[in-house]
């Protein structure tokens, strides 16, 4: 199973299940919604819960099921929404069959799980010193993560995915997804919905037995249009999946199996952008604080390079600085 086909999971699953958390979302609460699935041969869903809060929605624990001839699956996951802008999610997948370690896929079942998390605001961009306010207002939410697939020895065609979505409503739940950007354990990013940008580290890399990705970034909204009073309505909406599936007509033997997605450290809404008529960034001019009294950061959020980079820029420049001395030395008589 290819990525378009998980992509069309993740519209199925993620966008409904947190409408269903809307009705309390609506009120400027937040939401988790967790699906731990089996799912053989289209079946519904065997595992949905939904949680709503004024302050904090929390979610977490385990489902297991079992897919026809008694071979179980165990899937947890875990959710977690504030009105102080903070989303967090985290999932997994572990196989395990009747002999301990393997595990059988029937023909045309999946396994399937998807976890997310929601809050929905007002923002109010208040001028600092009198200028009239902006035409449109970008926000940005930063992600820090990281996406796991391992499997041992397998007999017939596995297929497997597992993706980071994040999704931007205006002006509420109940609208059309107005912009998403998807970010693939393969390293692919797809912009489901015009105006979402990812900019940052998404680092995809294999192994003996599996491969990961890593995540380190910042997710921007498209442009919300800004009230006569200052005002806007938003929604962000952090959701994770992974699918395992046979789409064959035989049986699939597995010889260990996970699959993991973890993005529930970092996640929150940090910073806004504001841009006149002309589309010049005028983010200094103006405070932006959300209903829930949390105050974002004017501009757009540097990225910061990985460790990596900074110990290979760091070197560099102590090479140069080594020629620049070395050039300043004056020579020795001989």
């Known amino acids: 199973m290819r990525e378009p086909t998980i992509l069309r999971a993740v519209r199925t699953f993620l966008v409904p299940a947190v409408l269903a958390a809307s009705t309390a979302a609506a009120q400027n609460a937040p939401a988790a919604a967790v699906q731990r699935s089996v799912l053989p041969s289209g079946q519904p869903a065997l595992c949905l819960a939904v949680d709503t809060d004024p302050v904090q929605a929390e979610l977490s624990g385990d489902c297991t099921a079992a897919l026809p001839g008694g071979t179980p699956t165990t899937n947890s996951a875990a959710a977690l929404a504030s009105t ?7 999932l997994e997948i572990g196989l395990e069959g009747a002999t301990p370690g393997t595990y059988d896929l029937a023909p045309g079942a ?11 605001d ?11 306010l902006p035409d449109r207002v970008r926000l940005w939410l930063a992600i820090d993560g990281t996406m796991e697939e391992a499997f041992g020895l397998t007999t017939g065609n596995l297929g497997t995915s597992t993706v980071f979505a994040a999704t931007w409503f205006a002006p509420t739940l109940s609208s059309a997804a107005t912009s998403r950007v998807i970010l693939g354990l393969d390293g692919s990013q797809t912009v489901d919905r015009p105006g979402a940008t990812f900019v940052g580290t998404h680092a995809p890399s294999t192994y003996t037995g599996g491969r990961s990705a890593v995540v380190d970034g910042f997710v921007g909204s498209h442009d919300f249009a800004v009230g ?7 929604a962000a909406f952090f ?13 699939v033997h597995i010889v260990g199996g996970l699959q993991r997605a973890d993005f529930f450290d970092t996640a929150r809404l940090i910073a806004a952008q504001a841009f006149d008529a002309r589309g010049a960034d005028v983010s200094a001019g103006y405070r932006f604080t959300t209903g829930a009294g949390l105050v974002l950061a004017s501009g757009a959020p540097a990225v910061v390079p990985e460790p990596s980079t900074v110990v290979l820029l760091a070197t560099g420049l102590l090479a140069v600085a080594g020629v620049a001395r070395a050039r300043r030395r004056p020579a020795r008589a001989g």
Do not use: E, H, K, Y
């Not at 999946?110 to 929905?120: G, I, K």
């Open 84 to 90: 102080n802008g903070v989303l967090r999610a985290r």
């Open 110 to 120: 999946s396994v399937q799980t998807f976890v997310s998390a929601l809050f929905q």
């Open 122 to 132: 007002r923002m109010l961009v208040t001028p600092l010193s009198g200028q009239p």
């Open 228 to 234: 006569p009073d200052g005002r806007f309505d938003f």
């Open 239 to 251: 959701g994770l999946g992974a699918v395992i599936a046979n789409p064959t007509a035989l049986p």
